[in-house]
Antibody, heavy 118, light 112 residues
Framework: EVQLVESGGGLVQPGGSLRLSCAASGFTLSDHYMDWVRQPPGKGLEWVGR??????????EYAASVQGRFTISRDDSKNSLYLQMNSLKTEDTAVYYC?????????WGQGTLVTVSS | DIVMTQSPFSLPVTPGEPASISCRSS???????????LNWFLQRPGQSPQLLIY???NRASGVPDRFSGSGSGTDFTLKISRVEAEDVGVYYCMQTLQLPRTFGQGTKVEIK
């Protein structure tokens, strides 16, 4: 069974940093493109960025709103995906989902809440 | 960026009756390979989104056949042939033709 489990969310002050983790099971992470999608409280879905698969050199691409502040990385030995978030702003407050990008975005984690507030 | 526009914003439905949601994109989602890069998701209350339809008309694994997707280019439709109570939630369309991926604003389906 494909499963994605995010962790690492919490309360952080504006300008701070946080690292989210996504543990994948039931499939080989390196074979797949992986996305991060976020959802501010009570609002819609926003794409954050993606990491291509191993065959495509794990190239990363980001939404303009997070470019230069967020970084996606992987650890194949742990079958895990990460989202390093720096220079956080109040508008980054959201539930962050780790998503497998295969035939559409076909598998989603349960999400982890990031709250940026002083 | 490709802008995705859904209608209606809210859709009250009667169990057993059909329902339909529209999604329009600001640019054609039809690739030269013949695929439409349009997906549909359902987010039930308190849950993560789940994929219903990919490539415009293909049901994802485990999705009941009462859900169907149609359309091409810039106009797409999600249809539920007979609504069930478990179908309540917010439906989103999303394009994966180009980056950034973009979502519609969502359609909230609720039982009358």
């Amino acid at each position: 069974e494909v499963q994605l489990v995010e962790s690492g969310g919490g309360l952080v002050q504006p300008g701070g940093s946080l690292r989210l983790s996504c543990a994948a099971s039931g499939f080989t992470l390196s074979d797949h493109y992986m996305d991060w999608v976020r959802q501010p409280p009570g609002k819609g879905l926003e794409w954050v960025g993606r990491s291509r698969n191993k065959v495509n050199s794990y190239i990363t691409e980001y939404a303009a709103s997070v470019q230069g502040r967020f970084t996606i990385s992987r650890d194949d030995s742990k079958n895990s995906l990460y989202l390093q978030m720096n220079s956080l702003k109040t508008e980054d407050t959201a539930v962050y989902y780790c998503v497998r990008a295969a035939a559409g975005l076909d598998a989603w984690g349960q999400g982890t809440l990031v709250t940026v507030s002083s | 960026d490709i802008v995705m526009t859904q209608s209606p914003f809210s859709l009250p439905v009667t169990p057993g009756e059909p329902a339909s949601i529209s999604c329009r994109s600001s640019q054609s989602l039809l690739h030269s390979n013949g695929r439409n890069y349009l997906n549909w998701f359902l987010q039930r209350p308190g849950q993560s989104p789940q994929l219903l339809i990919y490539s415009g008309s293909n049901r994802a694994s485990g999705v009941p056949d009462r859900f169907s997707g149609s359309g091409s280019g810039t106009d797409f439709t999600l249809k539920i042939s007979r609504v069930e109570a478990e179908d309540v939630g917010v439906y989103y369309c999303m394009q994966t033709l180009q980056l950034p991926r973009t979502f519609g604003q969502g359609t909230k389906v609720e039982i009358k």
